[in-house]
């Protein structure tokens, strides 16, 4: 009876349509003509179809990438990357002013990228900016992120220009003065003295990281090598050693840190800022975890089987 007045009555109808939008501009009625937020996601249903379950987003990650890690089974989920200095600590200097610190971030990030698409693991960085980050945070967070590996970069300095090539040290003892040397080098923006750090790598020498991580700059150091060979690279093979680097010393996984090449150097620094050979560098590294990886696992079929 009421609906057939207003149909019939456009003062009415009118007056119907101004009562309503009345109370829609003081909010008591609600707005029916408004178009949604654009930030704001239409408010459709989420079916059992759409709706991701955490099943389905484990089984696209496993799927998404080849992930050597999780075929081999090992557990190797999440690596710590290290660019050596940054902010006030530039680390070593070139003869053109190219600063060890703008380099290790640039090797870094380019192996953050490289390990994330071969291994499928998570790669965490301890700077990501030029920011000054003390040697005992570096391994904290790497510590603190569960991390299976720790690999901190760096480029060699010297004050004889014609030295140059690549090494890889693991933590212990030096054995040589010129690990003592690189060492003290690295070790400058501590605060702790080599006197120190000596009881602290003692205890350290008791448990298996220190095997673990020597295996690992084997392999990263003879990978690395390969690799820039093989493009026509011919760089100076140092080596792997080890000496007491401050920045390894609280790691609690296999941990190394690589003398990539000697930033004073001139053909060391023409190779550094080179994109092309840190790539092929970057590619050797990827390897030489690789490598590692499927050592660990053959040693560990070998003890199953004994
Ligand atoms: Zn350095």
Redesign the pocket.
């Known amino acids: 009876m009421r609906a057939s007045y207003l149909q019939t009555n456009p003062l009415s109808r009118r007056l119907l349509y101004l009562l309503l939008a009345f109370l829609m501009s003081v909010g008591i009625a609600p707005n029916l003509f408004a178009a949604p937020p654009a930030n704001q996601a239409p408010a459709t249903p989420v079916t059992a179809a759409t709706k991701p379950t955490a099943k389905s987003q484990e089984l696209r990650a496993n799927t998404s990438l080849p992930s050597l890690a999780r075929q081999l089974a090992l557990g190797v989920n999440r690596i710590v990357i290290d660019p ?2 940054g902010g006030k600590d530039w ?2 200097i070139s003869c053109h002013h190219v600063a ?2 703008d380099i ?1 971030l640039i090797l870094a990030r380019a192996l953050k990228e490289n390990l994330e698409a071969k291994l499928g693991c998570s790669v965490i960085l301890t700077r990501t900016r030029d920011q000054f980050v003390a040697l005992d945070e570096r391994t904290r967070i790497a510590n603190a992120a569960k991390a299976d590996l720790f690999i ?1 970069i ?4 010297h004050v004889d220009p014609s030295l140059s090539g690549v090494e890889t040290y693991s933590l212990n003892f030096a054995k040589d003065q010129e690990s003592a040397r690189v060492a003290a ?2 070790n400058a923006p501590s605060h702790k003295t080599l006197s120190e750090l000596k009881p602290l790598l003692q205890k350290l020498v008791l448990t298996t990281k220190i095997n673990e991580s020597a295996a690992l700059a084997r392999q990263v150091q003879r990978n690395i090598v390969a690799k820039l060979m093989a493009k026509g690279d011919k760089v100076r093979d140092l080596g792997v050693k080890q000496a007491p680097f401050h920045v390894l010393l609280g790691a609690e996984m296999p941990s190394v ?1 690589i ?1 990539t090449a000697f930033i004073t150097n001139a053909k060391d620094e023409c190779r550094l800022n080179d994109r092309q050979f840190q790539q092929n560098l970057v590619k050797g590294i990827t390897a030489g975890i690789e490598s590692y990886l499927m050592e660990v696992k053959r040693v560990a079929k070998a003890g199953e089987r004994s």
């Open positions: 050596g200095h680390g070593a060890e610190k290790t901190s760096h480029a060699n300095a080098l690295e840190l003398e």
